[in-house]
């Protein structure tokens, strides 16, 4: 369970430290007081796509950080096994700081991880359910994976085989693609390859000659700076200011020196050193300028080979290396389009088995999907029952565009759920036909139907409840109040039957300190919560009518709770 949340400098949140407790918590509170803003933090928190924007405004960064309690046998202890991430005493605390400049730093028990990593360990301990699911859930392209979610065990296995062997088939068959282009367009390709070939290997390149050419180039083009230095060095060594045999002096009499008086063993060592040292630079440098002359032609033919190798850098590379390898590329591109026929009765033979092994595959994913379409079907209907729903018949169709389905990433289904609301009408997609209040009890049936698998510390609501009231209301409130018995309920709600089966109430508001606006949140007292549901029943005018009814609701909840607590 989420235990602890602190957020700071978060959107119009200075600061804000909430404890949640098991079972069932509400945030209540005015239309802007800031309850989604609590959501939104949570959603960072477990990896959600952060901004700038939401670093309150003159402050540097955003801080977030919750301490998750989990129990043994969880698959966050998995996860942290994986990462080498230590978790002591059954916590995990996720942290993650947003910065003002766009960039995030992400923390799992202390240790730092990237937004991939936070994101997965958010995926295992909070099931956030937006306002955004009920849009996904009226598109065609999210319904195959509710599906795939709901029969993992049958399903994962067979679509993990069937990917691996459909990428396989779309890299055979664009490889075939390319290779069955229009004549006139593969003839122009070989001309094109076989002119670059030509031209790379007539260059005859060698890796590290352009360097050594240009070293070359810079001795040559230099050559009377080379001599005079070099002349220069070795009369300095040499001439009648006899520089090295006054070191050659200096040396034998320190030798002298030393002979008598070891004391001067080191100085003797040291020049000795020195002269030998200096001999021998003297007689490479004489060498040096024996064999050292100016060939005009030799700085012509390399001024000659660079140009070549300028010309083949402008076409094919940054460097010589790079044109060599480009060269290599073509090479075997080349040779695959001169060998051409072959290679492609090979890749026909190649994609027809793939095909072939993809149907047999995608069958199989196709009937174990069939399957868990009637239990998913089965326990969608028990669940629309219990929310008065129950003229409501759903159907999970797999379309089809031919006689022969096609093959596609994740298999050879097209799925869409289907409604019917009303009896005697007909059935029709489910994004065309649902309002938003059907919308909402479909969506919590299916997180009831999914929480028995999820295995997640949290489930998250944010206004799950939009668009019904009465006995709805009520019925969706027992719902999500059978979700936490379990485990851990958050959820922000405006009516009044849902905060009422509460066994934690957060009051949230929004207030003016110093000339800037923040949030606070409150945990209200049985009394506070009369008033709060009063509030949420009338609006501002409170009459004793309006309190009697929010005590009336309260004592109708705590009875529901105990009920539903005992199976009843």
Do not use: W
């Amino acid at each position: 369970m989420l235990a602890e949340l602190s957020i700071k400098q978060f959107a119009i949140i200075d600061q804000l430290q909430i404890h949640f407790k098991k079972g069932m918590t509400v945030l209540t509170g005015e239309t802007g007081a800031g309850k989604s803003i609590v959501l939104d933090a949570i959603g960072l928190l477990i990896g959600g796509r952060g901004s700038a924007e939401f670093v309150r405004y003159g402050e540097d960064k955003a801080e977030l950080e919750g301490l998750f309690m989990i129990e043994d046998g969880h698959m966050v202890y998995t996860l942290a096994e994986e990462y080498g991430i230590d978790v002591e005493d059954g916590s995990i605390i996720l942290r993650r700081d947003l910065f003002a400049s766009g960039k995030s730093v992400c923390r799992v028990n202390n240790k730092l991880v990237t937004l991939t990593i936070l994101r997965e360990f958010g995926r295992v301990l909070v099931d956030l359910h937006g306002q955004h699911e009920h849009q996904h859930l009226m598109e065609n392209m999210y319904h195959q994976s509710i599906l795939d979610d709901f029969g993992h065990e049958t399903i994962s296995p067979r679509l993990h085989e069937y990917q691996k062997k459909f990428g396989l088939y779309e890299e055979k068959r664009i490889a075939l693609q390319s290779l069955a282009q229009s004549e006139q367009e593969l003839a122009q390709r070989i001309d094109l390859l076989s002119f670059q070939t030509e031209e790379i290997t007539s260059a005859n390149l060698r890796q590290g000659e352009e360097d050594e050419l240009l070293g070359e180039r810079n001795r040559l083009a230099n050559f009377e700076k080379l001599h005079d230095s070099l002349k220069a060095a070795y009369d300095a060594l040499h001439d009648e200011m006899r520089g090295i045999d006054s070191v050659g002096d200096a040396m034998r009499e320190l030798q002298q020196a030393s002979s008598i008086d070891d004391q001067f063993a080191n100085q003797s060592d040291a020049i000795a050193s020195a002269f030998y040292g200096l001999e021998e630079v003297g007689y490479a440098i004489r060498d040096q300028l024996e064999t050292l002359e100016f060939d005009s032609n030799r700085l012509d033919e390399i001024e000659q080979r660079l140009s070549v190798f300028q010309q083949l850098k402008r076409k094919y590379g940054a460097t010589i290396e790079e044109v060599i390898a480009y060269g290599e590329k073509i090479g075997i591109e080349l040779d695959t389009m001169t060998n051409r026929d072959e290679r492609i009765e090979k890749l026909k033979a190649e994609v027809e088995l793939l095909e072939s092994e993809l149907f047999e595959i995608g069958n199989k994913l196709s009937k174990a999907r069939r399957k868990a379409a009637q239990l998913l079907g089965e326990a969608i209907h028990l669940e629309l029952r219990e929310l008065y729903m129950e003229k409501a018949r759903f159907e999970i169709r797999f379309m089809q565009d031919g006689k022969t389905p096609a093959l596609r990433k994740n298999g050879i289904d097209q799925i869409e759920f289907y409604i019917m609301t009303n009896a005697g009408e007909p059935f029709k997609s489910l994004g065309k036909v649902a309002s938003g209040g059907e919308l909402s009890r479909i969506m919590l049936g299916l997180k009831s139907i999914f929480s028995r698998s999820l295995g997640v510390a949290s489930i998250i609501f944010d206004e799950v409840d939009t668009g019904v009231s009465g006995r709805v209301a009520q019925a969706m409130a027992e719902k999500i109040y059978r979700l936490s018995i379990e485990g851990q309920v958050l959820c922000i709600t405006h009516l009044p039957q849902v905060a009422s089966m509460a066994d934690q109430h957060l009051y949230i508001r929004k207030v003016e300190e110093t000339d800037r606006t923040t949030t606070q949140v409150n945990v209200l007292t049985e009394a506070d919560r009369g008033n709060e549901l009063g509030r949420m029943i009338s609006g501002t005018h409170m009459t004793d009518l309006t309190l009697r009814h929010a005590e009336e609701l309260m004592d109708q909840a705590m009875s529901m709770k105990e009920s539903l607590k005992n199976g009843v």
